[in-house]
C-alpha cells in the first residue's frame, strides 16, 4: 500500500473566496499536487511537502501534516472506512495512517481456518483488497493484539505489514 503525505490547511476564516484560488495558483507554480480534498492537499513525498509548506508560510496558513495510505482503486470498503479514512474529490480512497494496521495470512495455513478466522475479522474490518495474489486486511490499529489473538484460535498466523 502506497504512503502519501496529507497537508491540512487551516484557513483564517473571513477571508474572501477568491483567497483559496489564490493559493491553488500559487501552489500550481511551486509543488506538485497528487490529489486534493476540501482544503486537505495530497503531495507524494517530503520534497512536494516542503514546497507546499513554504507557500502556506508565505500566506501565513497553519498547517498540519499527516502520513495517509493510498488504497487500490478496487479495494473492498466496509461502512467502518469513513471513521478511518475519506475518499477525495478524485474519487480515491486514503486511510489515516496513524490509526490503522494491515496484515495479511501467513503462508501454510490451511485455507479452511483462514476462511474461519477471516468471518471473525469482518466485524473489525475497515478495507480488504489482493496483493500478489493475498488478501490484506486493514483494522484499526489498536486491535493487533486480536487479531493475532483470532488467528491464532484459527491454528494460523498473521503477518503485519508496514
Do not use: W
Amino acid at each position: 500500500m502506497e504512503t502519501k503525505i496529507g497537508i491540512a490547511m487551516e484557513l483564517p476564516e473571513g477571508k474572501l473566496p477568491g483567497f483559496y484560488a489564490q493559493i491553488v495558483k500559487a501552489l500550481a507554480g511551486k509543488a506538485q499536487l497528487f490529489d486534493r480534498d476540501k482544503e486537505l492537499l495530497i503531495v507524494d513525498n517530503e520534497a512536494q511537502q516542503q514546497a507546499v509548506l513554504a507557500v502556506m508560510q508565505d500566506f501565513n496558513i497553519e498547517t498540519s501534516v499527516m502520513k495517509l495510505r493510498l488504497l487500490a482503486p478496487d479495494a473492498e470498503l466496509t461502512e467502518l472506512f469513513d471513521d478511518y479514512g475519506f475518499t477525495s474529490r478524485a474519487e480515491i480512497n486514503y486511510l489515516y495512517d496513524k490509526i490503522v494496521t494491515a496484515f495479511r495470512f501467513a503462508e501454510g495455513c490451511e485455507e479452511a481456518d483462514v476462511d474461519q478466522a477471516a468471518l471473525q475479522i469482518e466485524e473489525h474490518l475497515i478495507a480488504l483488497y489482493k496483493d500478489r495474489g493475498h488478501d490484506v486486511y486493514i483494522v484499526d490499529g489498536q486491535l493487533e493484539e486480536l487479531m493475532h489473538g483470532i488467528a491464532k484460535a484459527y491454528r494460523c498466523r498473521i503477518e503485519m505489514l508496514p
